[in-house]
Every structure is written in C-alpha cells, then in structure tokens.
C-alpha cells in the first residue's frame, strides 16, 4: 500500500485548499482512511477520518465545520476540503490507512498501518 498525500501550499487567513490522498496497492474501497498534521515543534495530531464505504466521518474539535473529509466509490483518491484556514492551521498533512477494514478509523495514529509523506499547509495570517 502507498499513500501520496499533495495540495499543500502557502495561502492567506480564509482562504481555502483542498489535500488529496490517492491510494495505491491495495483494495482501496475496504478502508476508511484518516488525515493527521503535524505543526512545528509538537506532535502529530488527529484531523478528520472517513469510514471505508464515505459514510461517516468525524472531525477534531479544532477543525469542525471548516474540514470536510470525502472519500467516493469510484477512483482511489480521498479529499480534506479546509475552509477558512487559520494560521494555525500551518502543518504538515499527512494521510494514513487503518489496519482494519470496513470500519470508522479511530483518531490513534497506532490504529494505522500506513503512511503518506505528508504535505505542507502554510496558513499567513
């Protein structure tokens, strides 16, 4: 299984990005997947995850309502919609598959199995 996680950038308080995860080597369609960030000098943390089939998702407090996770039926490639980005928000994002199939992956990074190199997110305020 490989992740390749892209879409990061540099961008402006407000503005938006989208983050693609594109999966390969596996049967994408039996995992959820999850997005983590990782900021300068802590410790990465839990963003959003999709369950395998796009159904249920859940957010950190801290992204609620801005973040939209999507993961569709077709193709291989999960979306982490970010609106009204903070400079907080300034990571580096990284997608991860769980070792269980057909579930809602847990906010654990040691619920996951594999890991994508992660992209930058700049947020200037």
């Known amino acids: 299984v490989q992740l390749q996680a892209s879409g990061g950038g540099l961008v402006q308080a407000g503005d938006s990005l989208r983050l693609s995860c594109t999966y390969s080597?596996?049967?994408?369609?039996?995992?959820?997947i999850g997005w983590f960030r990782q900021a300068p000098g802590q410790e990465r943390v839990f963003v959003a995850a999709?369950?395998?089939?796009?159904?249920?998702?859940f957010y950190s407090d801290s992204v609620g309502g801005r973040f939209t996770i999507s993961k569709h039926s077709e193709g291989n490639t999960v979306y982490l919609q970010m609106n009204s980005l903070k400079p907080e928000d300034t990571a580096v994002y990284y997608c991860?598959?769980?070792?269980?199939?057909?579930?809602?992956?847990?906010?654990?990074?040691?619920?996951?199995?594999?890991w994508g190199q992660g992209t930058q997110v700049t947020v200037s305020s």
């Open positions: 991860a598959v769980p070792s269980r199939v057909w579930v809602l992956p847990g906010r654990r990074e040691s619920a996951y199995n594999y």
């Open positions: 999709v369950a395998w089939n796009g159904g249920s998702k």
């Open positions: 080597g596996g049967r994408f369609q039996n995992y959820g």
